[in-house]
């Protein structure tokens, strides 16, 4: 398997970097964007959606450091929270979307969700992140096969449409500016997006995530199309099978990262764990607790990124005052030497 990943494409590595970056509420939550705060705002959110990965994979290397400081252990700590956290919000996404369907009960839909992500937790145990990227490209080939076919059902069903307007609120720009701060510190925080980003440094194919950013802009342009739409029947059975795609590829990536910084045996326990805990975890508002954690994001990523920067100008004076000492010992010598 890793022989067939080393001959494929960039565009194979690309279409998992994308698939991970787009979270199971992003179809929704995108087109609840643009019906409910407008055009401009949601083309704000979308371009910094689609600038977030290749922004990062710009800067990953370039900032000294950084990698260092995002892996240590107290940093390692966060991210994991925040990889649980992904892994539960994507249950969320399966177990709402499938609620939706009449003949599928409450207990039903949280049963489904449960067990299509331990069988992949289990599943992602050996050759984890291989088995991920392989699992993504076939999952974002049918995301845009569905996205297509809902395009389709909207343009000749004979759909209604909504009356979009181009900014409900000012305060909806400011909204979408500060979320340009939260999505490029996304990938910064995130275990999964670093783990592939050593893997492409290593093939030389950094490149990858300027092409993820291609890839990831294509899908919001079909969820600001699809926003003009009343879904129907036929449209919502679909939406469900966008969902279940969008939401399978990125939590695999949530426990491979988990698996990153805890090791195989111990990441995949975690995750378990983590799975088995969501239906306790959903009266907390796990939706509320993530928004907080996605505003506290920004806030660890900018410290990250501070002190990579002080730790290079600490080790750069270093430098500079220890050749400074090697040089008046050589001037020193060569005065002895002359006298």
């Known amino acids: 398997m890793k022989g067939l990943l080393k001959r494929n494409t960039t565009l194979f590595y690309a279409m998992s970097l994308a698939a991970t970056w787009a979270w199971g509420t992003s179809l929704v939550v995108g087109m609840e964007t643009v019906q409910t705060k407008g055009w401009i705002p949601f083309i704000i959110w979308a371009v910094a959606n689609s600038l977030a990965i290749p922004l990062f994979g710009f800067i990953a290397y370039r900032i000294p450091n950084l990698d260092k400081v995002v892996n240590s252990k107290i940093v390692s700590i966060f991210t994991t929270i925040v990889s649980i956290f992904c892994i539960w919000i994507q249950l969320n996404a399966i177990y709402q979307y499938l609620c939706n369907l009449d003949f599928i009960t409450d207990i039903v839909a949280k049963i489904i969700a449960i067990v299509i992500m331990i069988f992949m937790a289990i599943a992602l145990y050996k050759n984890g992140l291989v088995k991920s990227i392989f699992l993504d490209n076939p999952l974002w080939y049918l995301c845009y096969g569905l996205l297509i076919a ?190």
Request: glycine share 6%; proline share 1%.
């Open 150 to 339: 809902l395009l389709i059902c909207g343009l000749v069903g004979n759909v209604e449409t909504f009356n979009i307007v181009s900014y409900t609120d000012k305060s909806e720009i400011s909204w979408a500016l500060n979320s340009c701060i939260i999505l490029f510190s996304g990938p910064i925080m995130s275990l999964q997006n670093w783990q592939m980003a050593e893997k492409l440094r290593r093939e030389n194919k950094m490149k990858a995530h300027y092409l993820a950013g291609v890839l990831f802009a294509i899908y919001m342009l079909f969820v600001g199309i699809l926003a003009n739409f009343k879904f129907n029947g036929i449209m919502n059975m679909l939406l469900i099978f966008v969902v279940l795609c969008v939401a399978l590829s990125t939590a695999d990536s949530a426990i491979v990262g988990i698996q990153k910084v805890l090791k195989k045996k111990w990441g995949t326990i975690v995750s378990l764990i983590a799975i088995a805990c969501w239906n306790w975890v959903i009266p907390m508002g796990v939706m509320g607790l993530w928004t907080t954690m996605g505003n506290m994001r920004k806030y660890v990523a900018g410290a990250c990124i501070i002190v990579a920067v002080a730790m290079y100008y600490v080790q750069k004076k270093k430098n500079i005052s220890k050749e400074t000492n090697e040089n008046q010992k050589y001037t020193n010598k060569k005065k002895e030497v002359q006298v």
